[in-house]
């Protein structure tokens, strides 16, 4: 027995160390997976605190995008009315947020440049070539846009006042007229926008028109042909107007403007003129039949009930208009002639107007555009006494315009129309000059 003791001592030993070192190895590996499990948990939270900030910035990203094309919007839409730019220095972009503050990021809302406006769309501005423009008034704003106005229109004329006894021989008057006439009216226009959709607009026209008649009468023995010139010069007939937009052009409809228009009589009144005849000018001509003055306005109330519409596609515009023209008649009129004598006439019913009108415009650079249309308007015969006028009958006009707009600054605006007529009885040349200017 007591051989083995140290033995005994020996393997007790040993076998004390390898419980030891068991105990040990296996407390190390405990710690070493609690260690483990504690830095997975912290990648999991750093990739949820990153995703939460990825989704941060993707979000303040958005709204920067958003805002962007608004304010892109707006100011086209500024521009095309002629309104000055929104400052680019008020449009602040703001940088990602830190990784301290990316928790709250998405909660708190990110507010970039100017806030959103609750204007009314506005139609593309383009080259003006009717006395309609298709762009409103901004509420609260004012636009003065003087004019100017010339027409120069031309007609012969050759009348055939007898009997023929054979047809190559005419027994009378052979009386051929050669007729020009030019027209300068410069116009004051004032347009103001009660709303984003409302505007009303005054307008008061000065005329200045010279007529120019060259006849000469044949079998009379006359070889000389006689030139009657007339002149007229004063304030036309003042209008008065009103245009709300009716819709708003989204989803690819156009943009439709109703208006409705009244025309006065403050210009010169055409049966208060003299005319040349020492008697009575039906059935009795002992004159030219010709006004020695000029009237400036037409004499009759009217009103204009209509609508345009303007249907953008980049890069062009498309636009039209139909309106109808009530002139309403007068009772009792009569018409100055020679020595202060009055020609009863009674009561007279101008014709009413169809008008048509259509085009397109094209924008050339930020500044030029230029449009290209077409006007046609169709004139009623004239009533006198409830019956139809001798001679008249309805007329139709047509003219082919061409427009150029150049923007001067944010606020001034060029605008040169020139029409060609394309019937015989419209004007053969027509061309108006515009300057518009907000305030």
């Not at 999991?44 to 990153?50: A, E, P, R």
């Not at 990825?54 to 002629?82: C, M, N, S, V």
């Not at 226009?189 to 200045?208: D, H, I």
């Not at 009759?300 to 002139?327: E, H, I, K, R």
């Amino acid at each position: 027995m007591e051989t083995f003791g140290p033995h005994r001592a020996l393997a007790l030993l040993a076998c004390s160390s390898l419980a030891w070192s068991g105990a040990l190895a296996q407390s190390q590996g405990a710690s070493s997976t609690r260690n483990a499990a504690k830095r997975l948990e912290a990648l999991q939270q750093q990739v949820k605190d990153q995703g939460r900030q990825i989704d941060a910035l993707k979000e303040q990203a958005d709204q920067q995008e958003a805002r962007y094309r608004e304010l892109q919007q707006r100011l086209e839409t500024q521009e095309a009315r002629g309104a000055p730019a929104p400052d680019a220095t008020r449009t602040a972009t703001r940088k990602p947020a830190p990784e301290g503050e990316a928790a709250d990021a998405g909660a708190r809302p990110v507010q970039v440049g100017v806030a959103p406006s609750d204007e009314t769309p506005q139609p593309p501005q383009y080259a003006q070539l009717f006395d309609e423009p298709g762009v409103l008034t901004p509420k609260g704003k004012f636009v003065f846009e003087p004019s100017l106005f010339y027409g120069y229109s031309s007609s012969n004329r050759a009348a055939l006042v007898g009997y023929t006894v054979i047809p190559a021989l005419l027994i009378g008057l052979i009386d051929v007229r050669e007729f020009k006439r030019n027209t300068f009216i410069g116009t004051l226009t004032g347009r103001w926008g009660a709303t984003n959709r409302l505007e009303f607009e005054a307008k008061l026209p000065y005329v200045s028109r010279s007529d120019d008649t060259i006849s000469r009468e044949i079998f009379t023995g006359s070889a000389f042909d006689n030139v009657f010139n007339t002149t007229g010069r004063g304030i036309g007939d003042a209008e008065f107007a009103a245009r709300y937009q009716i819709t708003d052009g989204k989803d690819g409809m156009p943009y439709v403007i109703g208006g409705l228009r009244f025309k006065s009589r403050t210009g010169t009144d055409p049966f208060e003129v003299v005319t040349d005849c020492v008697t009575r000018c039906i059935g009795n001509t002992t004159g030219t039949g010709l006004p020695l003055d000029l009237a400036t306005g037409s004499g009759f109330y009217s009103l204009q009930p209509g609508f345009t519409w303007l249907l953008p596609s980049d890069p062009a515009v498309f636009f039209g208009g139909l309106n109808f023209t009530y002139n309403f008649p007068r009772s009792g009129i009569s018409r100055l002639v020679l020595n202060g004598e009055r020609e009863f006439i009674g009561d007279v019913k101008p014709g009413n107007v169809w008008g048509l009108n259509f085009g397109m415009g094209l924008s050339i650079n930020d500044r030029s555009s230029f449009s290209l249309g077409m006007e046609l308007y169709s004139i009623g015969p004239t009533e006198q006494n409830g019956q139809r006028v001798i001679g008249s009958v309805r007329t139709q006009l047509a003219s082919l315009l061409l427009g150029y707009s150049y923007r001067y600054s944010p606020k001034t605006t060029l605008n040169v129309t020139v029409g060609a007529g394309l019937t015989r009885d419209t004007p053969d040349l027509q061309m108006t000059v515009r300057v518009p200017m907000s305030f």
